[in-house]
């Protein structure tokens, strides 16, 4: 459905050069559903806006739904929808005629565009604001308004930047129950980019993590997180236990350091486990058979975050901007 | 929450063309139009200030200069197209001031990003500038006809679509004037105000450019407004000679020339 080779592209500011994307070779077959995770400025959306022909690429190439983005830039707008960041619906239009216009420019007929419409607005949760004039929504209501535009004529591939921004949890559920429903029952290939870790983890099958203009890993979140992270294992023993634990923790977490903290007589260790899941019960056993019981055990899966704190030593939470 | 599988339409890949860039050019002037359609107060509006202007303007002009410079007719026979070409002039060189808002947000990006003929932005927008005009022009005919003004409505249709094609073209300048000045609105302004004061002077609009030295005659003869004046004038005189052919061509001129040079920054803003 889509395939790069270094797709590149150059920004010049008042003479000074911007490399918003540095040569990416991406592929997404048919019916895939494929995140872009990376920090503000990564590039996502500078590469989301070349593969939908409203950025012409500096170097490199791209065929999007089986059509070059610069020979044929009106053939892949024709095949493909597009949510961009920013909001979608002329300010001063009412809701009910921003989407029937929408529907019109695909060539749809009115009376199609129409019943569309009022689908699209009632699982959407906006019917009853359908016809307040767009400036006058909330910004989650507006930011629903944009997913509905770019649904109207429910293309077969599906960008969307950012779509769940600004919006409550409650409908960020409802937008990801309706993306899933897409998928399911038309196939419909996905790419997105998001900031919530939760969500490219949980719902994507691919994650593409973008840094700097890079594509600097490029799998499953299942496989990101057992490659590159690894569950953090906290086991708390007695003073008393600690040199026998320190032993066979130490084995257990090979590379990784393993950490050590005290506290009113009772020792702490963390460690980074790579498939700790599956390892800690043999571990407790161990302490168990040296005398070295333990007293509280937490273990944590990994998130993306881990596996971009792995791969660039920065974490994509709050706090962690370059 | 039920979705269903929409219309076969919506996926169908359409074929390039000039039915197809009409079409598409129907649907942006029809999505322009909605504003005015939800909000017809600025209708109104419009309909007035012209009228305002030339019950004001009018008698002025006629005694200044005196109905001999006017070849013994009503003077308003020859100020009346001028107002018109005028309130052409100004609505569609604002065509690109009502694309800034939607530069601002994402509304423009997503229509870009739709199957739209390029051309069919720039003709859709600039006509929606056009539009009113229609009603201004036949409004402000049958104001002035118990004024001694003489009405040919074949001819004054006529000449409001001959004024729609320069319509285009200007109003293509304007798009693209705002797509180049984008994030710098005032330059917009600056450019547009800076232009449209001497177009009009050196086209003859509010004084008889004959009046005037021969430098201001000479350069008049390179401003395609003169020749929309002229022709303007013409047709609202119920003739059909040799400035409505010249007025033709410099509209026609100005459409293909505008909407080359829209067209291409359009590509080159994105692709
Ligand atoms: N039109 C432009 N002109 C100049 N520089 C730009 C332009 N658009 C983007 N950039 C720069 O390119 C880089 C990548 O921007 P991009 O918008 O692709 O980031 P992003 O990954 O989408 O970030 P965010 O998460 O904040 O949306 C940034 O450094 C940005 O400042
Ligand atoms: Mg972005």
């Known amino acids: 459905m889509i395939h790069t080779s270094k797709l590149t592209k150059t920004f010049t500011v008042k003479k000074e050069k911007i490399q918003a994307v540095k040569g990416v070779d991406i592929d997404v077959a048919r019916g895939e559903l494929v995140a872009f995770l990376g920090p503000n400025g990564a590039g996502k959306s500078t590469t989301l806006r070349m593969l939908t022909t409203l950025l012409a690429p500096t170097s490199g190439a791209a065929r999007v739904a089986g059509v070059d983005v610069v020979a044929d830039p009106a053939g892949v707008r024709s095949r493909i929808g597009y949510i961009g960041q920013g909001n979608g619906g002329g300010h001063s239009y009412r809701v009910i005629d921003e989407l029937i216009m929408q529907g019109r420019f695909y060539g749809m007929n009115t009376t199609d565009a129409r019943e569309r419409a009022d689908q699209l607005l009632k699982s959407l949760e906006l019917q009853d604001l359908k016809k307040r004039t767009i400036i006058k929504l909330s910004g989650g209501q507006r930011r629903r308004m944009d997913v509905a535009l770019g649904l109207m004529h429910s293309p077969t591939l599906l960008f969307l930047d950012e779509p769940s921004t600004g919006m409550d949890p409650q409908n960020r559920a409802n937008l990801w129950e309706h993306i899933m429903r897409m998928r399911h029952e038309h196939g419909t290939t996905i790419v997105l980019t998001t900031h919530y870790l939760e969500e490219a983890d949980t719902m994507s099958e691919r994650v593409i993590v973008i840094d700097h203009g890079e594509i600097i890993a490029d799998n499953t979140a299942a496989r990101l997180k057992a490659d590159l992270a690894g569950d953090l294992l906290a086991v708390e023993v007695s003073a008393a236990a600690a040199p026998e634990v320190r032993g066979l923790l130490g084995r257990a977490a090979a590379a990784g350091e393993l950490e050590e903290t005290a506290y009113d007589g009772v020792i702490r260790f963390r460690l980074r486990l790579p498939d700790g899941a599956r390892l800690a019960p043999g571990l407790l056993r161990d302490m168990n058979d040296a005398g070295a019981p333990a007293l509280r055990l937490e273990l944590k899966p990994p998130t993306l975050d881990d596996v971009f704190l792995e791969l660039t030593g920065r974490s994509l939470r709050e706090g962690g901007k370059v | ?271």
């Open chain 2, 1 to 271: 929450m039920q979705l269903q599988q929409a219309t076969a339409a919506g996926t169908a890949v359409r074929k390039p063309g000039i039915g197809r860039i009409l079409q598409d050019t129907k649907y942006v002037f029809w999505r322009e139009m909605l504003l005015v359609i939800r909000d017809p107060f600025s209708l109104i509006f419009s309909l007035v200030q012209p009228l305002v202007f030339l019950a004001l303007f009018g008698p002025l002009l006629g005694a200044a200069v005196g109905v001999e410079a006017f070849g013994g007719e009503s003077s308003l026979q020859w100020f009346l197209p001028g107002v018109v070409v005028m309130i052409a002039l100004f609505g569609t060189s604002m065509t690109g001031s009502n694309l800034q808002y939607e530069l601002m947000t994402g509304s423009y990006e997503r229509i870009l990003a739709t199957p739209l003929s390029r051309s069919s932005l720039l003709i859709g927008r600039a006509l929606k500038e056009w539009a009113p005009l229609v009603l201004q022009g036949l409004v402000i005919a049958l104001a002035s006809i118990p004024f001694g003004f003489v009405f040919y409505p074949l001819h004054v249709l006529f000449g409001l679509v001959v004024i729609g094609v320069f319509g285009i073209g200007l109003g293509a300048l304007s798009y693209a004037l705002a797509l180049v000045t984008q994030g710098k609105e005032w330059v917009f302004w600056g450019v547009q105000q800076t232009l449209l004061f001497p177009l009009m002077i050196l086209s003859g609009i509010m004084l008889p450019i004959e009046a005037g030295p021969r430098w201001m005659q000479v350069l008049s003869l390179f401003n395609p407004l003169t020749y929309m004046v002229n022709a303007e004038r013409e047709l609202f005189a119920g003739g059909l000679g040799w400035d409505t052919l010249w007025g033709v061509v410099a509209a026609v001129i100005t459409a293909v020339v505008g909407l080359a040079v829209g067209v291409r920054v359009i590509k080159h803003s994105s692709l």
